[in-house]
């Protein structure tokens, strides 16, 4: 019954994870839901067919399993709460991607239907840009936290870029899509979201000088139109990295005058000096997720307590982990987006996939120094299926070319 459930949905798994990926994008709950489905679809192939492991990559599973379980066994040890422990919730994802490459390796095409769904999910944000009802200050939230937005359309500029094995006429493979992207990114006033899109800038001119000649003399006098374009968003874009940029500087030159943090800027810094102080005496195991906020608002100044421990996480991924479970914790949590760039680079895909992958792993590196980029569901399920869509798709193709070029059986017992 089970089994013939699941040969019945195997055409609509495809448009369904898509619908998962725009909506995930667009911070909508039933997204969540069909991250979920195919996570059980997961667990229930990885315990009744063995078989389904194969699309997993052991590394990969294994470092997030390691994280996980020092995770929890540090929980445990120090008697911290398990019911309404969030941290508890996002590992509790993390490891359900585990899981995940056994449902997502039903999909044919599993690469294409994160790519498709990207690019859909970024018109969907710039059709609704003009009716965000929240949108104050030029910062557009769509309903979510303004950060969190720009991080998961970030996420899905850079999926889009990829190149699709078959697109839809009217979604083509093109770099362009990041810097779509880029817009609603801009307008949501995040500037930790930002510096990836000077990467993939770079990226690009790298790999477009060398290939000019080769480009028809009619596309190349594209250029010209193109430039003015983007020279004419430049223009309002720069006014919103120079408003972001000077607002910072003020916070940074009021705290240098005062010794009070009262924005966002001037108490990270507070904050983060607090974190190193914490880190330090309790390097290997930290002081638990618990109670980190609490320990770095009494290591800092009394003036700043306050303001401190208002905050439910320490604007920094990697003090925040090494806060809360420690050197050890960091260099597993490290290990994952290690381990997925080592494995990416190996298999060595075409499409754009390497580049992206590094610049995925650069933008949660520069956004999770400003931000907790892992101490969010949207995020935690934006980054993790990323890379698990990623490696499944790298799989995939792997053993799609190894039996494909495998002589037949009768063809191999002659030849032996």
Known sequence: MIKRWLLARRPFDSPFLTLGVVLLVLGNPFAKWIFSLFG????????????????????FCAIIVCYVAWTVLLVLARDEPILDNRFLT??????????????????????????????????????LIPFDPLLNDNRLGLGLNEAILAFLVA??????????????????????????????????????????????????????????REIPTRIRWLALPAVAVALAMAVPAASVVENRWDAGVKEIQRLEETGVATGSVDVRAVMWGGTLA????????????????????????????????????????????????????????????????????????????????????????????????????WMVLSTFSFMTLVLVSIRREAFRLRYSTRPPAHAAHRMG
């Open 278 to 377: 914490v880190i330090a005496d309790n390097p290997l195991t930290g002081v638990g997720s618990t109670n980190r906020v609490a320990a770095v608002a009494a290591a800092v100044a009394a003036d700043n307590a306050g303001y401190v421990g208002s905050f439910t996480h320490l604007h920094n991924m990697f003090l925040d982990e090494a806060a809360s479970n420690g050197l050890v914790g960091l260099g597993l949590l490290l290990g994952i987006f290690g381990v997925f760039l080592v494995q990416v680079t190996r298999a060595a895909p075409g499409g754009r996939v390497v580049e992206t992958s590094y610049a995925f792993v650069f933008l949660v590196v520069t956004f999770g120094s400003f931000h907790g980029v892992l101490l969010n569901e």
């Open 155 to 212: 996420v899905a500029g850079l999926a889009a870029r990829m190149e699709a094995r078959r697109p839809e006429p009217y979604l083509p493979n093109s770099r362009l899509w990041t810097y779509v992207s880029l817009v609603p990114v801009l307008l949501t006033g995040t500037r930790a979201a930002w510096f990836v899109y000077v990467l993939v800038a770079v990226l690009d001119l790298l790999s477009l000088l060398p290939r000019w």
């Open 40 to 59: 059980l679809i997961g667990v229930n192939l990885g315990f009744a067919r063995h078989r389904t492991w194969r699309y997993a990559d052991p590394a």
């Open 90 to 127: 996002y590992t509790g994802i993390m490891l359900g991607f585990v899981f995940l490459p056994m449902s997502i390796s039903l999909i044919r095409q599993p690469l294409d239907t994160l790519i498709l769904g990207s690019r859909l999910a970024i018109l969907a944000v710039m059709v």
